[in-house]
């Protein structure tokens, strides 16, 4: 009789480390992740994180934003118009609510082994930012090379999607996580869907993605070098970094190295770097190369291996609590293999498919 071996159940989640968000202090290292590599990048990229979210321009970004009122919509009614960030007024009262995130929050960054997405925020726990670890492995990588151009890289794209996230937590901060983000306040791209208590399909807004798109001047993603690559040295290590508009029409370039750089050393005058501008014609559409996020078309649009394999369900509607913002999904399609995203339904059929 054979026996069949077992593969120890994985824990939740990686031993942590917890990094205070907080400007003024240098951020407490309670435990290891895997290794000292990932501790320094990931140590590195809440520094520049916290830099970046509480620069004048994002806090003016954010109170903005946190100012915009308005419930959900039905699946099938129009979403409303994005705002504008000039025609929205600065409220005081939120800016010192910011200030007061920005001094006193205790944020927690959770290196997480389950989550599909490429992070996640909860109401439920809201000073907990869980991060994949599928992001952290090739940062760790990326910081033991020593290459300059790979670490910049590879920190903006940790401290993006940090601030990102941070975007969500202050939201759940002021409105003491009750709260959730009004439609109005997106892309025009990208919406988070829920079910309300009537079990009808409802859109929120993703307050994340637009933080980006006016921050960065899009919504960041970064390429990866394919295994067949000469210049490839190991699994996601990222090629570039490139910027998605989501208005009026799809739009990407990629990211000027020398405004990364600038960015991220914190250059004198870095802040006239963002946001980023782009050097060359934008490239129509959506890019479709290899990348460590995917900017899934909305909230229950999955990533797929291309026809012949297997379905490859993120996460489905049912398996979620109706808490969780979800924000994207991080693609695990085989290199070779044709890359759709598909809507799932509630049962897990696909209900239509995307190519990008
Ligand atoms: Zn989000």
């Known amino acids: 009789m054979s026996v069949q071996p077992t593969t120890p159940a994985r824990p939740s989640y990686k031993p942590q480390t917890s990094f205070p968000i907080r400007t003024e202090a240098s951020g407490e290292l309670i435990r290891y992740v895997e290794d000292d590599d990932q501790i320094a990048v990931l140590r590195s990229a809440v520094t520049l994180a916290r830099r970046l979210f ?32 000039q025609d929205l007024p600065m409220d005081i009262s939120i800016a010192q609510d910011v200030d007061r995130f920005q001094h006193e929050a205790q944020v927690k960054v959770v290196v997480d082994t389950t989550i599909r997405g490429y992070a996640k925020t909860n109401s439920t726990e809201p000073l907990i930012l869980r991060i994949n670890s599928d992001l952290v492995v090739p940062a ?43 439609p109005s306040v997106s892309d025009g791209l990208r919406y988070r869907e829920d079910v309300d208590d009537n079990g009808d399909n409802i859109v929120y807004g993703e307050g994340g993605w637009l933080w980006e798109v006016e921050y960065f001047g899009g919504a960041l993603g970064a390429t990866v070098f394919p295994r067949d690559h000469f210049c490839y040295k190991y699994d996601n290590q990222i090629h570039y970094v490139f910027a998605e508009r989501p208005t009026p029409e799809t739009t990407w370039f990629k990211v000027p190295y020398n405004q990364i750089r600038a960015v991220v050393e914190g250059f004198s005058g870095w802040q006239q770097n963002v946001p980023f501008t782009p050097t060359a014609p934008l490239n ?44 994207a999904y991080r693609g695990h399609a085989a290199e070779t293999s044709k890359v759709s995203i598909v809507k799932i339904g509630r049962d897990g059929e696909i209900l239509a498919r995307h190519p990008i």
């Open 140 to 182: 760790g990588k990326a910081w033991r090379s020593g290459n300059t151009a790979e670490v910049n890289m590879t920190l903006l794209n940790l401290s993006c999607v940090m601030c990102h996230e941070l975007m969500h937590l202050v939201r759940m901060q002021r409105f003491a996580a009750t709260h959730d983000t009004p």
């Open 54 to 85: 509480f620069s004048p321009l994002s806090k003016m970004i954010v109170v903005k934003l946190l100012g915009v009122e308005g419930g959900p919509v039905g699946e099938h009614d129009p979403t409303p118009h994005p705002v504008r960030l």
């Open 284 to 327: 129509h559409g959506r890019n479709s190369a290899p990348r460590l996020r995917i900017s899934s078309l909305s909230t229950t649009m999955h990533a797929y291996d291309g026809p012949g394999t297997k379905a490859r369900v993120e996460q489905s509607d049912s398996t979620l609590d109706s808490d969780t913002v979800r924000c």
